[in-house]
């Protein structure tokens, strides 16, 4: 082994967890702060796709890094776990339109 600079120095991270950083991730609600009724006025908008087949527009709005895309993906989540319990069948799909330039790109990425 070839001694380096860094030989004798213990490796270690500066995170405790690093997952929380993965844009990926889908946070369960104790995890996120203060948006106890931002959750509820999402959960209570898609359940009328349980309850009435009837989806809604959803616009969600407010500065960066205040939990939208963590809400949002909490509750598609949960909205497919409620959906199977029923024993309906509904698809997620989870699209950010932000880097998308047209109406068809945002379709191609839902039919991929």
């Given amino acids: 082994m070839t001694k380096t600079i860094f030989s ?3 490796i270690c991270s500066f995170f405790k967890n690093k997952s929380v950083f993965d844009t990926k991730r889908i946070v369960d609600s104790d995890e996120i702060v ?7 006025n999402v959960a209570t908008t898609m359940f009328h796709l349980l309850e009435r087949g009837e989806a809604f527009n ?4 407010g500065l960066s890094g205040t939990g939208k895309t963590s809400v949002v993906r909490l509750a598609l989540r949960d ?4 959906a199977q319990n029923n024993g309906l069948a509904v698809i997620v799909c989870y699209v950010n339109a932000q880097n998308k330039q047209t ?6 990425s839902i039919l991929n």
């Fill in 8 to 10: 004798g120095l213990k």
């Fill in 34 to 40: 203060d948006r106890d009724g931002e959750i509820r």
């Fill in 58 to 61: 959803l616009l969600i709005t």
């Fill in 79 to 82: 909205l497919e776990t409620e």
């Fill in 103 to 108: 109406e068809y790109s945002i379709l191609l």
